[in-house]
């Protein structure tokens, strides 16, 4: 039985458990990366990190506000797609590929295409905007803007996702429920809000749990997008840390500022999967 | 809305067909080309980083999905103590955020030596997919009545028998998807390909990504790169979708 496991228990405890060990106990000391003494300081760098105005007024900010706005645009766009195409029409193989697209292209891809999108001078963006007849945008110059085209960017790379998990449970829902709130006289709009979206809602709560604890480690499309910029107002947790670390230098506060984030993850994913439990228990 | 999903693909390839004159007003103009793919191709650090995504890739998805088979049949046919520990563990470490173990990662594969190898890139890549994987392989075997396997035990068959002639051959449709998506996942992956990566061992991601902030005026030659790596994926959804929806029970 442990046979089993061993390779795999072998490479997780050498290439991800062991790294975080050496990331947790540099973490407490000054750990420069070219500093040979690594002094032990205690919880000094954990109190730097929490003292920098940019970590806790910038960096928790944008990377919840990237969790939320991104889970749940993907969540409702994948649901009302999923709703929608959840029976027989003309076109359906197409309709799928179009979905199926953006699930496997590379994100850091995606953010390419989406930055040359929303170019300030050519991109496609403006093009339609001054065709309107509106002011063209700089749109990443602003915080607000950049924050807007980076969720933008993520909710499309998802939806998909999402689109195709409800969709697969869509297609298991039993449809005795559904027909006898029909005959009762319930129009779609009621059949879905009190038949169909009751019996889903352990599927949403399985992708809400498993899409929130990615969203919050989001790096490669930010990275690409705005590199945290202008001036710092769009990063979010992964970027800070990773520039801490190797930008800056500072391997110790990198650490340090990485298992802070690995300890909120952790509490929110302990929340969401007890949530995830009582779903799930609820609707047995 | 399905539309709003293609454009911005749609986009990319239109640009990379406009020549070079033609980028900056992609939406007039009919002049169309080729050459950008042969331009693109012909820097030497693209060739390399397109062969060694594909290697990484291919390593990283026959490595790991060897592993997890075994891991996940183990987390679906045993139960007990020792298999909700490994079940607890995958879960807690799926959680932990790349960022927290690929920082002092750097520093392990660099005391290794392997910092900036194949193997350096590799191992991380086999350990990225163990948690997820594992998990998934759960559910294909849990999807397979174990009765098969009791009857061949009475055959005199033995558990590592019953395991390779009963239950992969059953799971097969499941793993083939898997790899195909555990393939994607490396090739489109980025966070580990930047930091484990220096110069000789650059992955196409991260050669993609300085480009855009080196040069990022020749936009003909970003799309058309950009286009050739989209084209697994492509592929992917073109010819192998049915087999992948299938496979993953999706």
Redesign the interface.
């Known amino acids: 039985?442990?046979?089993?496991?061993l390779?795999?228990?072998v490479?997780?405890v050498?290439?991800?458990?062991?790294?975080?060990l050496?990331?947790a106990n540099?973490s407490f000391r000054s750990w420069s990366l070219f500093n040979p003494q690594k002094t032990f300081v205690g919880l000094a760098n954990y109190r730097r990190i929490l003292a920098d105005p940019l970590f806790y007024g910038t960096v928790l900010p944008n990377t919840f506000l990237f969790m939320l706005a991104s889970v749940s645009g993907g969540l409702l766009?994948g649901l009302?797609?999923a709703t929608?195409i959840n029976r027989r029409f003309r076109g359906q193989r197409l309709?799928?590929?179009?979905?199926?697209?953006?699930l496997?292209?590379?994100?850091?891809?995606?953010a390419?295409?989406?930055?040359?999108?929303f170019?300030d001078?050519?991109g496609?963006a403006n093009?339609i905007l001054e065709a309107l007849g509106l002011e063209p945008v700089a749109w990443l110059v602003s915080r607000w803007t950049s924050l807007a085209i980076v969720i933008g960017t993520d909710i499309?790379l998802w939806?998909?996702w999402f689109t195709?998990?409800i969709?697969?449970a869509l297609q298991t829902l039993p449809v005795e429920p559904h027909e006898a709130a029909r005959m009762d006289g319930a129009g779609p709009w009621q059949v879905f809000r009190n038949i169909t979206l009751p019996l889903l809602r352990p599927v949403l709560m399985v992708c809400i749990t498993i899409r929130t604890?990615d969203a919050?480690?989001v790096?490669?499309i930010v990275?690409?997008i705005t590199?945290g910029g202008p001036a710092r107002s769009t990063e979010v947790?992964?970027i800070y840390?990773?520039k801490q670390?190797?930008v800056y230098l500072n391997?110790d506060l990198?650490?340090a500022a990485?298992?802070i984030?690995?300890g909120i993850?952790?509490v929110v994913?302990g929340v969401l999967?007890k949530v995830l439990s009582y779903v799930v228990e609820v609707s047995r | 809305?399905?539309?709003?999903?293609?454009l911005?693909?749609a986009?990319?390839v239109l640009?990379a067909i406009r020549p070079a004159s033609g980028?900056?007003?992609?939406?007039r103009g009919t002049e169309f080309t080729l050459g950008n793919f042969a331009e693109a191709l012909a820097k030497p650090e693209m060739k390399e980083a397109f062969v060694n995504s594909a290697l990484i890739a291919t390593l990283a998805t026959v490595f790991s999905l060897?592993?997890?088979i075994?891991?996940g049949?183990?987390l679906s046919r045993?139960s007990g103590a020792?298999s909700n520990l490994?079940f607890g563990?995958i879960?807690?470490?799926?959680?932990?955020?790349?960022?927290?173990?690929?920082?002092?990662?750097?520093?392990?594969t660099q005391w290794m030596g392997i910092l900036d190898t194949y193997l350096g890139l590799l191992?991380?890549h086999?350990?990225i997919h163990?948690?997820f994987f594992?998990w998934i392989m759960k559910g294909f075997f849990d999807g397979i009545e174990p009765e098969a396997e009791y009857a061949a035990y009475i055959d005199g068959c033995s558990r590592w028998g019953a395991f390779i002639r009963i239950a992969l051959p059953m799971a097969t449709p499941g793993i083939v998807a898997l790899f195909i998506l555990s393939w994607?996942y490396t090739?489109?992956e980025?966070?580990f390909a930047?930091?484990l990566t220096g110069s000789r061992t650059t992955m196409?991601?991260v050669r993609?990504?300085q480009f855009?902030?080196e040069t990022g005026i020749e936009?003909h030659l970003?799309?058309a790169t950009?286009v050739m790596?989209?084209g697994?994926?492509?592929i992917?959804?073109?010819f192998a979708?049915e087999y992948?929806?299938k496979g993953l029970?999706?």
Not at chain 1, 95 to 102: D, G, K, N, W
Not at chain 1, 104 to 110: D, H, K, N, T
């Open positions: 039985m442990l046979a089993l496991i390779p795999a228990l490479i997780l050498a290439f991800q458990i062991v790294p975080i050496i990331g540099a766009a009302g797609l929608l309709v799928r590929t179009a979905i199926l697209l953006p496997m292209v590379p994100p850091v891809v995606a390419i295409m989406i930055t040359w999108m170019n001078q050519f496609i093009v499309w939806t998909p195709l998990l969709l697969a604890i919050f480690r790096f490669d990275w690409t590199k947790f992964s840390a990773y670390a190797f391997f990198g650490a990485s298992m984030g690995a993850i952790m994913g999967y | 809305m399905t539309l709003l999903l293609v911005p693909v986009w990319m640009t980028v900056f007003y992609v939406h060897a592993v997890t075994t891991s049949y183990m045993f020792a490994w563990l879960y807690l470490f799926r959680c932990i955020p790349y960022i927290s173990w690929v920082i002092p990662l750097y520093l392990l191992l991380p086999i350990a163990i948690c594992s994607l090739w489109n980025f966070l930047l930091i196409l991601t993609m990504a855009v902030h936009w970003m799309s950009a790596a989209i697994p994926a492509l992917v959804t073109l979708q992948v929806v029970k999706i």
